[in-house]
Structures are given as structure tokens and as C-alpha cells.
């Protein structure tokens, strides 16, 4: 596809997605498919450290995976990809290890990430509970829970066209102040 085309083509994805037209089906948005693939990744007690400071904690915190997390991506004709993630089982803990403290949460939901022909991600579409920490006594702490959809518009600028998350600007704020 020509590069007058592939812009007239993300422009094309872009705008019908900004103004709420009816979604279009995957037959109508790519001419046909080339391939797909899946790949899972086990995640057995994977723990890493994040660093001290900003935006994290002012203290070290260690990060751990356990699950599965899966991932499909499928090439279009026209170029385009769509990768389709998705989790089995997953949890996502945080650790305070000076004193022990810890929160977790079971991670659940889709993300669905779509690229022009060029590799511009065009679309970011989150359905589920990608973070929601909770702590005994005091509920819902923070995380990023919902249905949010980021469009990339042809200038290169990000806007939400869909936004039903309960989530805060960083799960860190909260979550440094109970791991403390």
C-alpha cells in the first residue's frame, strides 16, 4: 500500500473510532489475514526490584508474577497488526522488604493493541481488572479497573475515547504510603 494510502487508511481508523461510528468488524477493518500466533509466558514467583524514587517509592519495593499471561498477534494483508493479551491466573505483588508488607491483586481482562501498517500503535483498548489493590480494613486502595480505550490520531496525539476505569494516576502513591 502506498504511503497516501496507508495515511488515508489511519486517518480513516482513527476518525471512525473518535466519532463513535459503528465498530467495525475485523472483515471490515483489514482485507484479510496473513498469520496469527500465540505465545504464553509463565510467570513462576518472577520478582524483580524497583528502584528507589520517583515514580516509584522512596524505598525499595519488589515486584512479583505468578500466572500466565498470553498474547496473539495477527498480521493482516494491508500490513496491520493486532496483538490480543490476556492473563490466566495471574497476581501481581508488591513487597516492602524491610518490614514485610505486602499487596496483591489478581490481575484479569483484555488488552487489545492495534498498529498501522507503519507500526503506530492506532489503538490501546484495556477491558478488566489490570491492577486493583485492596488492603484488610481498609477495601480498595488503588488500581486501574474498567474499559479504557486510548486512540492515536494521525497528528501523533493520544485522546481517550473511552473511559469507565476507576483507576489513579500512579497505583504508587497509595501503595508506597500502605507498604511504609
Known amino acids: ?26 472483515a471490515q477493518a483489514h482485507p484479510g489475514k496473513t498469520g496469527s500466533e ?21 524505598f525499595p519495593i519488589e515486584r512479583t508474577y505468578d500466572g ?27 513487597t516492602n522488604p524491610a518490614n514485610g508488607r ?17 507500526g503506530t500503535l492506532l489503538t490501546d483498548e484495556i477491558k478488566g481488572n489490570n491492577i486493583n489493590f485492596t488492603a484488610p480494613g481498609v477495601g480498595r486502595l488503588t488500581g ?9 490520531l494521525p497528528d501523533g496525539t493520544t485522546t481517550i475515547d473511552i473511559s469507565t476505569h476507576n483507576e489513579s494516576d500512579s497505583i504508587f502513591t497509595e501503595a508506597c504510603a500502605y507498604l511504609s
Open 1 to 26: 500500500m502506498s504511503r497516501p494510502m496507508r495515511h488515508l487508511a489511519s486517518v480513516t481508523i482513527a476518525v471512525a473510532t473518535v466519532c463513535l461510528l459503528a465498530p467495525l468488524t475485523p
Open 38 to 58: 500465540t505465545v504464553a509466558t509463565v510467570f513462576d514467583h518472577a520478582t524483580a526490584t524497583y528502584p528507589v524514587g520517583a515514580p516509584f517509592c522512596d
Open 68 to 94: 500466565d499471561f498470553h498474547a496473539r498477534t495477527t498480521t493482516y494483508t494491508d500490513g496491520s497488526v493486532v496483538v490480543h493479551e490476556w492473563v490466566s491466573g495471574l497476581t501481581y505483588t508488591l
Open 102 to 118: 505486602t499487596l496483591q491483586s489478581a490481575l484479569g481482562g483484555t488488552e487489545d493493541l492495534t498498529y498501522a501498517p507503519d
Open 144 to 152: 486501574y479497573v474498567g474499559h479504557l480505550r486510548q486512540v492515536t
